[in-house]
């Protein structure tokens, strides 16, 4: 079977070469989608046998959506994998042997994935390991047309391998609370387009294959129609002490601490000062995710045509 892996850089030297050699016992093309590096990213990819391409970034989806049309032409299976994620090597030979004997009627393949957080895996807390669709039968899937929290989707039958890829992003601490600020703000934009529906975006239905549906399904029909603020809170004291996150010692609760709680309770705060915006000055939710978070969503909103 031909696999044509996808990876989405933008200054990643620190990882390239690394995410390229874990695949490359089974992947017959790897694709590089670059945004702009300004490091050697993208050198590195290419030493490493990568094809590059570069497309300026609006966010993942769209990334994704362009790249799975650019893959080789002979490829039957496309896989998405991160700069920073590794297919670890169980996984890599379960692909290589297991993906020739998957019939025609699968369109996609779930796998495992777990993350390391200050170079300690994260195995308490109730959200490791969790079962993505990573694999795409090419000209079945795509990536679901969304700000955040994005996935992979298919229209028919899936099966699950065993192992799993690692998230082990090696970059400091600043870096991923940046990163994570800037998250928030996405998440603010779908958040608030549950309520106002001003964007043309996937729902729940469309999130189909391994724990994504349910796991959406929760944050929207559950966690999203709590109190702003004390859903944080609430949130982490499940993860740390119902799920027993505390187990996972100083990194494990650096990392419960800042994803389960601080990066939730910013959410909400932004949340909280978009809404206010929108209140005050009567705008758009778009013109007010424009100059409070400052996201140009771009394009044509459902509000738009008058609806």
Known sequence: MTVSVVILTRD?????????????????EVLVVDSGSTDSTVELAQNAG?????????????????????????????MRLDADEIVQPDLAREIRDKLPGIGAETDGILVG??????????????VFPIRILRLIRKGRG?????????????????????????????????????????????????LLNLEARFLDTDTIADARGGQAGMKRWLKERVYARL??????????LYRYVVRLGFLDGVEGTAFHVLQGFWYRYLVDMKLRETRTYIARTGCHPSEAVRDVLGIDLGGPTLADDGA
Not at 113 to 126: L, T
């Open 227 to 236: 109190p702003g603020g004390s859903r944080a809170f609430a949130y982490f």
């Open 50 to 78: 990568a094809r590059v391409l570069h497309n300026p970034w609006t966010n993942h989806a769209t990334q994704m959506n362009w790249a799975i049309p650019r893959v080789a032409d002979d490829a039957e299976w496309i």
């Open 12 to 28: 990643e030297a620190m990882h390239i070469e690394r995410a390229i050699r874990s695949v490359q016992s089974f992947a017959t």
């Open 113 to 126: 994935r777990r993350m390391s957080f200050m170079g300690k895996p994260i195995r308490w807390g109730g």
């Open 142 to 190: 795509r990536c679901e047309n969304r700000w955040m929290d994005e996935h992979l989707v298919v229209e028919g039958p899936t099966v699950t391998f065993d192992n799993e890829i690692l998230d082990d992003n090696l970059k400091p601490l600043t870096w991923w609370t940046e990163k994570h600020n800037a998250y928030s703000s996405l998440e603010v934009v779908d």
